[in-house]
């Protein structure tokens, strides 16, 4: 329950920070005089990434995974639910693990808390934040989804599909998160997608709209299109 309140409240938080432009706040060091349970937590995900690290098949690496993040969602549960803005690698590791294992629901509580409380990825190596980190592993898998919608496809026209929950579920975050604009262009150009498949014109013009605004995205044509047809009122 508590983890699901702070999922309300962020979600509230992130817009008010929107309206006000509020910067997002920063984790504070980790007092090592009174946090011996994260220490804990720290020192045993450390030595079970490195462990996975030493595994050359990605498909056994993959098969440890649900259980490394099982041993460590009770307490990042407990960390989010009390509030704590401390630097957490325990947090940022298994932000990486729910990615690979598509655990969204579990990765959006933990991304929404390490954003909200300005966790920094370069701890455990990563260069971009987690917001981008997040961001780009759904959409990769969004891509994906919309290839293999489509591979049957026989003419032009779009194969009717709808994008997996956590694919709006994100592209709603994007305007209250840090990310590279190509980013959110993409993510317009599969909104526009999706759209389209469905002769949803209206839509598929307004997200069309969006990603063309920036360069390489690779949408003008359909743009064209989806505006002829919407003025055709197909």
């Not at 009390?82 to 957490?88: I, L, R, S, V």
């Not at 989804?145 to 489509?150: I, V």
């Amino acid at each position: 329950m508590g983890v699901m309140n702070f999922r309300k409240r962020h979600l509230a938080e992130m817009a008010k920070r929107k309206e006000h432009q509020q910067p997002a706040r920063h984790a504070r060091p980790v007092d090592s005089s009174v946090d011996a349970i994260y220490l804990t937590h720290r020192d045993q995900c450390r030595a079970d990434w490195k462990s996975l690290k030493a595994i050359t098949d990605h498909a056994v690496r993959d098969q440890r995974k649900p259980k490394l993040l099982d041993n460590y969602r009770d307490y990042l549960a407990g960390v989010i639910d009390e509030g704590k803005t401390a630097t957490n690698e325990v947090l940022l590791r298994n932000i990486v693990w729910a990615a690979d294992m598509r655990d969204w629901d579990w990765l959006l509580t933990m991304a929404d808390f390490a954003v909200d409380t300005g966790q920094d990825m370069t701890l455990i190596g990563f260069k971009s934040g987690v917001a981008t980190f997040v961001s780009d592993a759904v959409r990769d898998f969004a891509d994906q989804y919309y290839k293999d919608t489509q591979a049957k496809k026989t003419g032009e026209e779009l194969v009717p599909f709808e994008m997996p929950k956590v694919f709006a579920e994100v592209m709603a975050r994007l305007d209250g998160w840090e990310v590279n604009f190509v980013s959110v262009a993409k993510y317009h150009k599969l909104a526009g997608l999706e759209a389209e498949s469905n002769r949803q014109w209206d839509k598929a013009v307004e997200h069309y709209t969006a990603a063309n605004a920036y360069p390489n995205v690779g949408v003008k044509t359909r743009l064209v299109n989806a505006e002829k047809q919407l003025n055709l009122g197909h």
